[in-house]
Structures are given as structure tokens and as C-alpha cells.
């Protein structure tokens, strides 16, 4: 028995962009486009009406930004949030954070190409964070610049393996890829990154990058 398709709504204010996506995204056996919108306030509407798996919004839009609409949808305060991949041609630092920090599960260039769209929404369905490898590669650079701070509160001391797996994902890899690299199942990485996230106090994959680089170990 097949499992159901991703339902995806697609928001962005160019007929054009949602077109090619449209495209890229119905021609994948596990996905299927339900709506699109091309405001932000639409999206807003189609989603909380659709309740659509995954919402790919672009930033700059009418009415409501990209931004907003994943913080009404994903954010911290929403009871049922909706999966959202920030989908841009805008790579800024401070787009990247916010869309972040408002429960984004993805910040995509629109430049990325098909692959990297599609594995963002199955990244999205199973519980990772896709960022664009040119966006993750200059904001961990970035971390790089302050000197090394302490280990967060209550960190408890992280297994050889553990370690591992945090510096793959810090350098930005997807769990497919730990799996490949460490000879080891996607689900076995899957469960590790939980307990990471657990020692760590993490929200996300994201957070655990961002402390693989301020606490050292990435250079130790």
C-alpha cells in the first residue's frame, strides 16, 4: 500500500516561478500541488483552510512577506504549525535568522535547482532543516569569527559517535548523507540527532550546527 502524497501550496507572487515549481513538484511520484497563492495573506488563508504537509513561500510578496507567513503558520505560538520552506532569491543573513527563528524548516535559493527543491520538502516531511549549502556555508563561516564560548548549561558530554554525526551536520550534511559517509541506516542517524538534541537542549538541526561551531569542536 503507497502512502499519500506530499501535499505542497505553493506561494509566491510571480505565475511564473509557481509554474516551474508546479512542474518540478507534480513530476515526483510522492508529491502532488494542492493550491497556490499570490499573496501572502492567501497563503495564509489557502493554508490554515487546506492544511497543505508543506507550504513553499517566497519572501517578497504582497500583502504579507514570506517572513510573516511562515511566523503565522510555523511559529513558536502556533498551536498546529505547518511545515514551511522559505523559498528565495534573496540570500541576506537577516532573512536567513528571522525565517529561521519564525519556525521555517528550510531557507531555499530559487537558484538551488530541482534536486535540492525536492529534497528540501522531503527534508521538511521528515523532521530536518534544508538550508542551501551557499547560505549554510557563509553563516557558519560567520560563527566561526568569534572566539570559541563554554558548552550551553547542563551539557552533558556527547559519545564519540555523537560527535561525529554533529560535526557532518554542522558542515551542513543531510541525514541520507551521515548515513552514507558513517556506513550506518538514515533512521539510526535520525535517532542520534535526537539524542543530541536532547543533551544539547536543541530545537533543530540548525541549533546543533550553530553549537558544533561556537563550542569548538569543529576545530578541535
Known amino acids: 500500500m503507497t502512502s499519500d502524497p506530499i501535499r505542497i501550496l505553493l506561494a509566491d507572487d510571480q505565475e511564473n516561478i509557481r509554474h516551474a515549481f508546479r512542474i518540478i513538484l507534480d513530476s515526483q511520484p510522492d508529491m502532488t500541488v494542492v493550491a497556490e497563492a499570490a499573496t501572502g495573506t492567501a497563503a495564509v488563508e489557502q493554508a490554515r483552510h487546506l492544511r497543505p504537509d508543506v507550504v513553499l513561500a517566497d519572501i517578497r510578496m504582497p500583502g504579507?512577506?514570506?517572513l510573516e507567513v511562515t511566523r503565522l503558520l510555523a511559529g513558536p505560538d502556533v498551536p498546529d504549525p505547518i511545515r514551511v520552506v522559505v523559498v528565495t532569491t534573496f540570500d541576506l543573513d537577516e532573512y536567513v535568522h528571522t525565517a529561521l527563528r519564525n519556525g521555517a524548516c528550510g531557507f531555499l535559493l530559487k537558484r538551488s535547482g530541482p534536486a535540492l527543491l525536492t529534497e528540501a520538502v522531503r527534508a521538511a516531511m521528515s523532521g530536518d532543516t534544508l538550508i542551501s549549502p551557499q547560505v549554510t556555508v557563509r553563516l557558519l563561516r560567520h560563527l566561526t569569527t568569534p572566539p570559541p564560548r563554554p558548552?550551553?548549561?547542563?551539557?552533558?558530554?556527547?559519545?564519540?559517535?555523537?560527535?561525529q554525526i554533529t560535526r557532518l551536520?554542522?558542515?551542513?550534511?543531510?541525514?541520507?548523507?551521515?548515513?552514507t559517509i558513517l556506513f550506518i541506516s538514515p533512521g539510526t542517524v535520525?535517532?542520534?540527532?535526537a539524542g543530541i538534541q536532547n543533551k544539547l537542549g536543541t530545537r533543530n538541526r540548525v541549533d546543533i550546527a550553530a553549537w558544533a561551531w561556537e563550542s569548538g569542536i569543529m576545530t578541535s
Open 64 to 66: 504579507l512577506d514570506g
Open 151 to 163: 558548552a550551553r548549561t547542563g551539557t552533558a558530554r556527547l559519545t564519540d559517535r555523537e560527535l
Open 169 to 179: 551536520v554542522a558542515r551542513g550534511h543531510t541525514n541520507a548523507e551521515i548515513a
Open 190 to 193: 535520525k535517532n542520534h540527532i
